[in-house]
């Protein structure tokens, strides 16, 4: 990642990455949390505004980009990775980051999480989880509890279990899993820097409450603890971990040794060279 | 007396190698400076399962099927009755059967169809490693007055890597064949081809379109394989390596799509291919692309619709999606090759549309031309690249507005890597900046400026083929072209004045383009391959069409025949 630590160094500080767009986020939404931590690492790397481009799906936490100063792209619904994989293997030399919700990349973008883990794309992935569709109003997502009533679409609960994102990562293949909480920012501004500078596709979860549509959230603050290991190399140690781990576990899981998925052409022949191939 | 055209059939069951045999067949003639087209037509099995390899022979240029077999060779019958439809034939054709294969098919004996017996695979069976396909080689070449030299000169290219074994074994069968039907004198000997002018090339429509890909500059494709579609990724994946750019194979194609467009985004032009459920999945990202204004292409590779429909065989029935599929008002490109030739032009051309004007182009080619091989001559080299207008003055300290209301309707772009042009490309409905807006007039204003960039651009001549003059039309489009240009110079040759105008800026429409190339017309006959005639309705929803119109619209997977198109003329000449 050293190329993009470039011309700006030292001069930018975190309001240089924020952009004058007002947030249309709840007052004490966990994403405004997300946003200043991203702001205060990009300038803790001093990445360049024009080479750094910020992708995203939709829903309250993918408004992100245009709050930032950065170049940004906000597509459809789920398919964030997709679009920021092909721009990362388009422009290798930029530094690319991808945000979005639990109901964005888990379920809409499920598929394509999967693969993203696996191909392992030089690029970082931040879910912001609150374990809610906040954008339409408060349905369920895949990684609200079985038993979470109060949604008029599901009244007795969605009835099926949620899945745990860092497992997920884990088990598809990522190579760098954290998991933060938006109270923290410094934190997860700790854990956005070690993902962009490890090579390869970093996967960071970070809670972040809704506390529009799931008030309760606000007692996360008394729930996350430090998950109370070092980082491994090992998927599988990591993985063996994760199975102790109670979903609020803050810290870094794996930082793995994967090499990342980077193929490169290179111009050996001209237009002219297979024009040729087609003569009779 | 030689003829001037001859058409053929060679067909069998997976493993005869008829597919093989006919791409030997029109190497060697295009060695030998005739000009031929190939297509294939095959039964849904992976391996095996009914097989023909459908080939047209000229000294002229073949642009489309013709109108019936002059032969048909089989090396076995196995459920040839599933395509039979596909071999009209006359009392004219000959049928080549083997006889150890049992009886021709009465649905084909009932053409009246003259019935020689070859003891083909007796003939192969005596020759070690011999194979019944090239027996019917040597047969067909002798036949139609192909020379030995020319087939001998694509042997080696085309069976040289499985060793010496096999050459001998192929150019031993070749010559039995060939012995056998020595004086069979059935009259369709080929008119010998004209001094050889120029380079000629064989090339299938879908190679075509990877290779206009290619010349457009692009440098970035995301693939998710579907037939009929997945011989344009193939070739793109080592070329576009090649040339310094890059293949990746996408999980599905919600990413092929998003991912061109996230490649796009950053400024390297790019592209994907598909066929309809494929076109069917990416909608809503195309939309994407439109709002955003980030340029892409997508060659959708038509076959049978709707759902999975019928994946091996043409028809033009994908116009309707391309035109209409997106949601919102989302005016974008549509174009369509019209030959196999002129997927190289179509497809380039559409990427430096798409470039220009910041936005999507759907690419409509189809089954029968990107599966089909044709011999044709070197098509003229085209200046279209791709360019994007990019932003100057972006160190001027204001903030870049992106979407800026211009003239034109294209605003000068910026890419990540430009200082000073940082922006959020969005899907949302945005001000002139990029940010988010619901208000009526940021939506007019944006609605406004994405249908004029279209609408007020110059195509030039390129908007449609427009031929010969009259006050009948054939009004037409794709694949369907060729058939009509055939049938338009028969009727020309007859002393009739026809014209034939085939659009390939399918959306938008240009009316007063249309009104011009129609003008003085009393007859218009519109020729397309849909149930719907989609076509038609397409261009009656723009165009006031002049005079009586009729309208020849056939499904698929029927190729329409120049036959098809002189009858219906000749019904309002
Ligand atoms: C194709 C499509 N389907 C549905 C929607 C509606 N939609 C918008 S955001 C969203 C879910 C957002 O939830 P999440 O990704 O968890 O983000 P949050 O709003 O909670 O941050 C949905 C279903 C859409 N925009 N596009
Ligand atoms: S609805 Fe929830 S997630 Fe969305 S902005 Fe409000 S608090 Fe945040």
């Known amino acids: 990642m050293d190329t993009h630590l470039v011309e700006e160094v030292a001069a930018l500080t975190p309001g240089d990455y924020k952009s004058d767009v007002k947030p249309i986020w709840c007052p004490g939404c966990g994403d405004y949390s997300v946003l200043a931590a991203v ?121 099926v279990n949620p899945i745990q994102p860092v497992s997920l990562a884990l088990a598809c293949g990522a190579n760098f899993v954290a998991r933060g909480f938006s109270g923290d920012p410094n934190e ?39 998950y109370g290991r070092q980082p491994t190399d090992d998927p599988n140690e990591a993985m063996r971990a994760v199975l102790e781990d109670d979903g609020f576990g803050l810290g870094i899981f794996l930082a793995g040794n994967r090499r990342p998925f980077a193929p490169a052409g290179t111009a050996v022949k001209t237009i002219q060279q297979i024009e040729e191939g087609f003569a009779v | 007396m030689a003829v001037d055209s001859v058409t053929i059939a060679l067909v069998g069951s997976g493993g005869a190698g008829v597919m093989t045999a006919g791409q030997m067949l029109l190497d060697a003639a295009a060695q030998v400076g005739w000009y031929g087209l190939m297509s294939r037509s095959s039964g849904p099995q992976i391996r095996g399962g009914e097989a023909a390899a459908l080939v047209r022979l000229s000294p002229k240029p073949v642009e489309g099927p013709g109108d019936r077999f002059d032969l048909i060779i089989a090396f076995d019958w196995q459920n040839v009755e599933r395509f039979a439809a596909e071999l009209p034939m006359t009392a004219e054709s000959v049928i080549v059967t083997d006889p150890s294969q049992g009886d021709v098919p009465a649905v084909l004996a009932a053409s009246g169809a003259r019935i020689i017996e070859l003891p083909i695979k007796e003939l192969a069976g005596k020759i070690p490693g011999g194979r019944v396909n090239m027996v019917g080689l040597g047969a067909v070449a002798s036949i139609v007055g192909l020379p030995r030299a020319g087939v001998d000169a694509v042997i080696d290219k085309a069976l040289g890597k499985k060793g010496e074994g096999a050459v001998k074994a192929s150019a031993a069968g070749i010559d039995a064949g060939a012995k056998e039907v020595a004086g069979w004198g059935l009259g369709l000997e080929l008119t010998a081809p004209e001094a050889r002018t120029g380079i000629r090339w064989n090339i299938s429509g879908n190679e075509a379109a990877g290779f206009g890909a290619l010349k457009a500059g692009v440098k970035f494709c995301a693939a998710y394989p579907i037939t009929p579609a997945t011989e344009i990724l193939e070739w793109l994946a080592p070329n576009l390596a090649r040339t310094g750019g890059l293949l990746v194979q996408a999980e599905d194609e919600l990413a092929s799509i998003n991912m061109i467009v996230g490649a796009s985004f950053g400024g390297v032009p790019s592209i994907t291919a598909t066929a309809g459920p494929g076109l069917s999945l990416m909608t809503e990202a195309l939309g994407l692309a439109v709002a955003s204004e980030t340029p892409v292409v997508v060659v959708d590779v038509m076959r049978g619709g709707p759902s999975t429909g019928i994946p091996t065989k043409s028809e033009q029935s994908d116009l309707n999606i391309a035109v209409n ?20 032009f179509t497809t380039q051309w559409a990427v430096h549309l798409a470039e220009a004007l910041q936005t999507a182009c759907i690419v409509l080619s189809d089954q029968s031309m990107g599966q089909s091989r044709a011999v044709v001559d070197k098509p003229a080299d085209q200046p279209f690249k791709a360019q994007r207008l990019l932003a100057d003055g972006l160190d001027s300290g204001e903030l870049f507005k992106r979407y800026a209301v211009t003239g034109s309707g294209v605003s000068p772009t910026a890419i990540p890597g430009m200082p000073g042009g940082e922006h959020t490309a969005d899907g949302l409905e945005h001000s002139e900046r990029g940010l988010p807006s619901s208000q009526s007039s940021d939506h007019h204003k944006q609605l406004d400026k994405r249908l004029r960039k279209l609408v007020g651009h110059d195509y030039g001549i390129h908007w449609a083929d427009i ?13 369907a072209t060729g058939p009509a240009r055939e049938a338009v110079a028969r009727l020309t040759a007859a002393g009739h004045k026809v014209r034939l105008v085939s659009l390939r800026l399918l959306s938008p429409v240009k009316p007063e383009l249309v009104a011009e190339a129609l003008k003085g017309v009393s007859r218009v006959l519109v020729v397309e391959q849909t149930h719907g005639a989609q076509f038609h309705k397409h261009i009656r929803a723009h165009v006031d069409l002049p005079g009586t119109v009729s309208v020849l619209s056939q499904p698929g997977p029927l190729p329409i025949r120049a036959r098809d198109v002189q009858q219906a003329l000749a019904s309002i000449l």
């Not at chain 1, 803790?44 to 024009?50: D, F, I, K, S, Y």
């Not at chain 1, 990349?105 to 693969?115: A, K, P, T, V």
């Not at chain 1, 979860?205 to 549509?213: A, E, G, I």
């Open chain 1, 39 to 159: 702001t205060r690492a990009l300038a803790n790397m001093g990445l360049a505004r024009h080479n750094t481009a910020v992708v995203s799906g939709i829903g309250c936490s993918s408004r992100i980009p245009a709050y930032t100063s950065c170049y940004g792209f906000h597509g459809v619904h789920g398919r964030s990775l997709a679009a920021a994989s092909g721009l990362k293997l388009a422009r290798p030399d930029l530094t690319v980051l991808v945000f979005g919700g639990d109901g964005d990349g888990f379920s809409i973008g499920g598929n394509h999480f999967l693969h993203a883990c696996r191909r392992n794309v030089d690029m970082t992935y931040v879910v912001m989880d609150n374990q809610v569709y906040g954008m339409t109003k408060g349905q369920a997502s895949p990684t609200t509890e079985a038993d979470w009533c109060e949604s008029k679409l599901t009244p007795e609960g969605p009835g």
């Open chain 1, 188 to 226: 997860v501004a700790r854990l956005i820097v070690e993902g962009v500078r490890h090579p390869g596709f970093s996967v960071i979860h970070v809670l972040s409450p809704c506390v529009t549509f799931r008030p309760e959230q606000r007692g996360w603050k008394s729930t996350v603890h430090p």
């Open chain 2, 325 to 344: 599929g997106l949601h919102g008002d989302a005016p974008h490109l549509v174009v369509a090759p019209t030959s196999i030739a002129d997927c190289l």
């Open chain 2, 467 to 479: 031929e010969g003059d009259g006050d009948v039309a054939v009004l037409t489009w794709g694949s």
